[in-house]
């Protein structure tokens, strides 16, 4: 059996991600990827046995990246605060350079196809920032709220502020990203 080709994974897995982007995950169909992909419909296939499987190999793939990209210079012998700057940083730099991805992770997630052993697998993804939270209520920095909500408040929070700031010069950018991890801070703070 011939293996497979990593480079046509990733060909199959970006056009899926531009579909979605485009279309959203609803009327995504395995014929729609091949030929965004320039591929068989059957190679598709050969690569996931279905659009759902697909579409979590994507989501790991995708939150793979995303925990690479957001907690990179983030060591755990920083103070609270620092890593936390850091980690709201590289989670703005993340969204604004691969914002087809975060369009597919918001819609995945609420979708009916994400499997029980990719939302567990993902979870592992977001552990350091789990575990700074965790250190930051322990001495007494942030509120004692449970992670998970921390974790979404986060992600609202820095979502929605990317819509506003891709509307802003991006020599402004710099003062936008000091000014959401303060709010951030401050919004979790004790």
Known sequence: ????????????????????????????????????????????????????ALLNHLYLSVKRHFAASVFKGCDAGDPVKVCFQKICYGYIDYLLGNYAAMVFMHQFVNSPFVAEASKNVSMQYMQPLKELLERGKKEMLLKDLDSMFMISFLHGTISE???????????????????????????LKA
């Open 161 to 187: 502020f990317l819509g506003f700031l891709k509307t802003q010069p991006k020599s402004s950018y710099k003062k936008y990203y000091e000014q959401v991890a303060i709010l951030c801070w401050d919004g």
């Open 1 to 52: 059996m011939k293996p497979k080709d990593e480079q046509k994974e990733q060909q199959i897995l970006d056009a899926t991600l531009a579909l979605v982007e485009q279309q959203g995950i609803a009327g995504l169909s395995m014929a729609m990827v091949a030929k965004k992909a320039k591929v068989a419909t059957g190679t598709v296939y050969i690569y996931f046995e279905s659009k759902e």
